[in-house]
């Protein structure tokens, strides 16, 4: 799995029928380390069906739902892996993502799924854009600090030919630009015919590349409307400065790759870019927890889990700083507002930083997942709160 979408954790947080089992265990890529693979996953699918039991399901009952992920165990699953490979099962659900980071063997069994761990992958270095400049090819792609995909756009120009449709074929040098009847607020398109010798035609590139520019911007606006991600240019450098002139995006950053991108493949593009982009997400990070420390004496912070859990459920959390590879056990009713605290994992337990972080996305707040000792006052959960 590249990137983890809200879309796919929203239905993970929903799955209505417990009991719900996430299983997560970092993985080796190649080589002869590859052979520990299958091991550790049949190590964590016993303490799975071990879990099972302790809740009360028999032996055939936790084997038939654990069924589905023994099926993955053959030795072409196992030779195309990531770095972590997490599961999730639960009756008549089975999902599982291949992990571009290491996590720690882990298993839980309970009303809902552990999703915690995945958090990297929604927060903290965020979604980054990439647009590559050519006359003859544009690429656009979304990227992570750990993946990078081509998106589809749709009207996105492929080359400029296209975009201004020119008519290579003709002899006295004509070609056609698409211009807009009625002035240009009108986005219907009609053919305008342009005459010259040959190449003088093409004397005023600039102003060519400018409206081809400008028809890749606008349909990238639809996409990026309501994005934030900083987008970064990829191109030779005469065709930067032409962009950034047709660029209506707020997010662009001055930092560019100036590179001829025909060849470049995806991955080769997130290498030379993630450095770009690495400093805006942490910069993004260092003013979140400025703002909490600004705010930690005005009563809205909190890393009371009494009153922090509530608040994320109740989409009061504006911002969230939760520890990755922490957990705390108990449960939230959030119908009876009343949450219970437990030192160890009882039956019906979950952990409840996880929930809190998953409730702050889905009520459309920002979440960091770090390390312990990142976390403001040496929390395992801090809370930034809309009131």
Known sequence: ??????????????????PCVSIYMPTYRAGSETQQNPIRFKNLIKQAEAQLQDHGFNRDAASTLLQPALELDTEEFWQNQDEGLA??????VFQFYKLPFKVQELVVG???????????????????????????LVRFLEGSRYSVREIEIAGLPQSMDEAL??????QDGQFRISTSKGGT??????????????????????????????????????????????????GVE??????????????LLEETIPHSTDLLKPEELHQQVWPLVEPYFAQAQTAAIAH?????????????????????YYGRVDQLFVAVGVQQWGNFDPQEMKLQL????????EDLLNSAAIQTILNGGTVYALTPDQVPDAAPLAAVLRY
């Open 87 to 92: 599961l999730f099962l639960a009756e008549g």
């Open 185 to 234: 607020n009108n986005s219907f398109q009609q053919a305008g015919s342009f005459h010259g010798q040959g190449a003088p035609d093409r004397d005023d590139i600039t102003a060519d590349l400018g409206q081809y520019f400008h028809l890749i911007d606008k349909a990238l606006h639809e996409f990026l409307h309501d994005k934030t991600g900083p987008l970064v240019l990829v």
């Open 292 to 312: 909490y420390r600004e705010l930690s004496n005005t009563g809205k912070t909190t890393t009371d889990l009494q009153e922090a859990i509530p608040a994320a």
């Open 1 to 18: 799995m590249s990137q983890l979408s809200i879309a796919e954790l929203k239905a993970l947080v929903e799955q209505p029928q417990p």
């Open 110 to 136: 309970g009303d809902r799924f552990h999703l915690k761990p995945l958090l990297p992958l929604l927060t903290g270095d965020g979604t980054f854009y990439i647009l590559t400049l050519s006359q003859k």
């Open 342 to 349: 437990h030192p160890d994992l009882e039956p019906g337990d």
């Open 238 to 251: 005469y065709l930067i400065p032409i962009y950034r002139e047709a660029n209506t995006y707020q997010h």
């Open 165 to 170: 449709q020119y008519d290579e074929t003709a």
